[in-house]
């Protein structure tokens, strides 16, 4: 065999070498887990990346799951990776990414007394400030809660 041809031969097992073993690669639904979360309007940033918020949830996690939390006035998306969790400690998260969303505009004004908020599965809902009571709840889209708000405001004046 030639020198050249040694050469070669040693740059291609070097390359071989650096290659992904078959078992490693594996379906994330078997692997790691993802969660979405609705944070209540008004809750801190800083609160939410504190391992003692995750306390009462943090033996659902493991190392790697993702965690999806949306604030429920709209205002906040953020993607976290769990570095590490314990029921004592809670979990410790890295944000994988951060979105501030923007305030959508209605062309009219959103009634004083009522917000609209994402409650989870069932979707957006009208709650009235001073209680914090759902007046119109489940709607899929937040059109169709702005304008519950608007007839609910009017069968307030009415």
């Given at each position: 065999m030639t020198k050249e041809a040694?050469?070669?031969?040693?740059?291609v097992e070097k390359v071989f070498q650096r290659t992904l073993p078959a078992n490693r690669l594996k379906q994330a639904k078997h692997e790691?887990?993802?969660?979405?979360?609705?944070?209540?309007s008004g809750t801190d940033e800083k609160d939410v990346l504190e391992p003692v918020f995750w306390s009462k949830c943090a033996a659902q996690f493991r190392p790697f799951d993702q965690v999806t939390c949306i604030w429920a006035d709209g205002?906040?998306?953020?993607?976290?990776?769990?570095?590490d969790a314990s029921q004592d400690k809670g979990a410790t998260m890295f944000v994988a990414s951060r979105h501030e969303l923007?305030?959508?505009?209605?062309g009219s004004e959103m009634p004083s007394h009522l917000v609209i908020e994402w409650t989870g599965p069932e979707g957006f809902s009208v709650i009235?400030?001073?209680d914090g009571r759902i007046?119109?709840?489940g709607?899929?889209?937040?059109?169709?809660a702005?304008?519950?708000?608007?007839?609910?405001?009017?069968?307030r004046v009415a």
């Open positions: 040694k050469v070669e031969e040693a740059k790691e887990q993802h969660f979405r979360v609705t944070i209540d205002s906040l998306h953020i993607s976290l990776l769990v570095l923007p305030e959508l505009d209605r009235r400030k001073s007046v119109s709840p709607h899929r889209y937040r059109h169709q702005y304008s519950a708000a608007l007839i609910h405001a009017q069968d």
